[in-house]
């Protein structure tokens, strides 16, 4: 059982960053994949970003490749989401997820455990 929290959220003018954290309450392993979501106002929820516990590799969605980064600290149990270069559609609510299937993609639906979200606004 893993409960995940999400915080950094706020507001922040266009061009800026801002960093989000996820804590996951129960131990990681190294099967687990960890992804950041988004849903803004109207729309679906949308894939950002997703690491592995364990692993070098991360993937990214073509609308925040360079300006978003993810990470990770194992011993903290917690997943990063830098993010810099905000845009104002960017603002949304940002939700960390995580789940034992070993290939879950980007599909929200392959993700069982979820964050309560955190609120990111960019402005102008």
């Known amino acids: 059982q893993v409960q995940l929290v999400e915080s950094g959220g706020g507001l922040v003018q266009a061009g800026g960053s801002l960093r989000l954290s996820c804590a996951a309450s129960?131990?990681?392993?190294?099967?687990?994949?960890v992804g950041w979501f988004r849903q803004a106002p109207g729309a679906e929820r949308e894939f950002v970003a997703r690491?592995?516990?364990?692993?070098?590799?991360?993937y990214y969605a073509d609308s925040v490749k360079g300006r978003f980064t993810i990470s990770r600290d194992n011993a903290e149990n917690t997943v990063y989401l830098q993010m810099n270069m905000l845009k104002p559609e960017d603002t949304a609510v940002y939700y960390c997820?995580?789940?034992?299937?070993?290939?879950?993609?980007?599909?929200?639906?392959?993700?069982?455990?979820w964050g309560q979200g955190t609120q990111v606004t960019v402005s102008s």
């Open positions: 129960g131990r990681m392993f190294s099967g687990y994949v």
């Open positions: 997820a995580a789940t034992t299937k070993y290939y879950p993609g980007g599909y929200s639906n392959n993700y069982d455990y």
């Open positions: 690491i592995r516990w364990s692993g070098a590799n991360t």
